[in-house]
Each structure stands twice: as C-alpha cells, then as structure tokens.
C-alpha cells in the first residue's frame, strides 16, 4: 500500500483538529477532547479493564472524560479531535449504531452509519493531501 510511506498530516482549526497517519500499537488515554477514531485498514480493539471484554470496530466516538485503551494494531487511522462545545459529539453519536460501558462508567460509541464511505474519505485526504479548508468542513 502507497500510504504506509506518506508522513502524517495533522490539520487544526479554532473548532476542530484532524490527525490521518499510522498509530502506535496500544492509546491508552484520559479523553480530553471528544475523538472520533477511524481505522482506514484494520478493526480496533477497544479493552475493557473491568470485565475483560474486548468490543471490536473500525470506527470509535470517545466522549470527552472517558478512559480508554485501545489495541489499532499498527493501523493507518483519522483521529478527529472534535469541538469543545459538544456539538460535534452530539451529532455524530446520533450516527453511531453501537454503544457500550467501558470500564464501569464510560459510554463508547461505534460504528458510525456509512462506515465505508467515511473510511475512504479519509484514506482520500491522507493520500491526496487535501487542503485545511477541504478537511475540516
């Protein structure tokens, strides 16, 4: 594939921020930002330290305060750090066609309706190297 050799993009503005590129093994992080995960290649693992449980998808919506460990298995991902306000998380929740408590206490999205499409829109903007405006509308 002739994007394991791109570099990263990573593209930002006052209301949004859009990282494409390969994603080291395990994230392991306290949201701080709500983040929308896309795996362009692989499915994700999402663990679940409490039961054990692993919830495989492409595709994550991480609300803002959730802990979260998630195995992307070296994939080439677009990571949408989304606005501040909730109004991003809000509208794309309502897209995700799973949700499921991780950890005791946080609620993790998946599966957003026109998962596919989405993907390739984002192996699209890392392999064409789209413009800032392009992207973050």
Same mark, same amino acid.
């Given at each position: ?29 306290? /949201?701080?930002?709500? =983040?929308? !995960? ?6 994700? +693992?999402?663990?679940?330290? #409490?039961? @054990? $449980? ?28 989304? /606005?501040?306000?909730? =109004?991003? !998380? ?6 995700? +066609?799973?949700?499921?408590? #991780?950890? @005791? $206490? ?32």
């Amino acid at each position: 594939m002739s994007q394991l050799k791109q570099k990263a993009l990573f593209y930002s503005s006052d209301k949004r921020s859009l990282y494409v590129g390969r994603l080291e093994k395990m994230l392991t992080r306290d /949201n701080a930002a709500s =983040t929308l !995960l896309l795996s362009i290649n692989n499915s994700f +693992d999402l663990h679940d330290q #409490v039961t @054990g $449980k692993i919830h495989q998808s492409r595709s994550f919506l991480v609300p803002a305060g959730s802990n979260v460990t998630i195995d992307t298995h070296n994939a080439d991902v677009a990571v949408c750090f989304l /606005n501040d306000l909730g =109004t991003d !998380l809000s509208k794309l929740a309502a897209r995700m +066609d799973q949700s499921v408590i #991780v950890n @005791g $206490k946080s609620r993790i999205y998946s599966n957003i309706s026109h998962e596919s499409e989405i993907i390739r829109s984002a192996e699209n903007i890392w392999t064409k190297r789209s413009s800032t405006e392009d992207v973050l509308e």
